[in-house]
């Protein structure tokens, strides 16, 4: 994990003006929200290897099933996710195990970031500050 400065830390937004702006940016948010916290996510690459800017955010008011909700940006940072080539040797088979374990562990959650990476990572952050400040 590779934390990036930004100027959009601690920064306070309606969620629906987020997803506006973000969103035809290549931006989604992550699987892995619950009701008061989740993720803007953008894949830098996925050889091998999924490269992601993740823009946490939390709720300050509301929760983030409720329309309207507001929330407060966090750091910015890049994550690597290495996942294992080939089939899973621990996998069970059979209809109602496939539908639970449908997915993989990575085989290395936190891999290195490649400096091209990082400097994607960085530019694709400016370019969301330069959506984001002139909006509030």
């Not at 993720?39 to 329309?67: C, E, M, Q």
């Not at 109602?96 to 374990?101: M, R």
Request: proline residues 7%; aromatic residues 14%; without cysteine.
């Amino acid at each position: 994990m590779v934390p990036i400065e930004s100027t959009i830390e601690n920064t306070i937004f309606s969620l629906y003006v987020l997803e506006e702006l973000l969103k035809p940016e290549g931006f989604v948010i992550g699987s892995s929200w619950d009701y008061d916290s989740g993720y803007f996510d953008y894949l830098i690459d996925n050889k091998d290897t999924y490269y992601f800017l993740r823009i946490p955010f939390y709720a300050v008011a509301g929760s983030l099933d409720y329309p309207g909700v507001t929330v407060r940006v966090d750091k910015p940072f890049l994550l690597a996710h290495q996942y294992q080539k080939g089939n899973d040797e621990t996998a069970e088979s059979g209809a109602l195990s496939g539908a639970v374990n449908q997915f993989q562990s990575p085989s290395n959650p936190d891999a290195d970031l490649p400096p091209e990476y990082i400097n994607m990572g960085k530019d694709m952050v400016k370019k969301m500050e330069g959506l984001l400040i002139p909006s509030r």
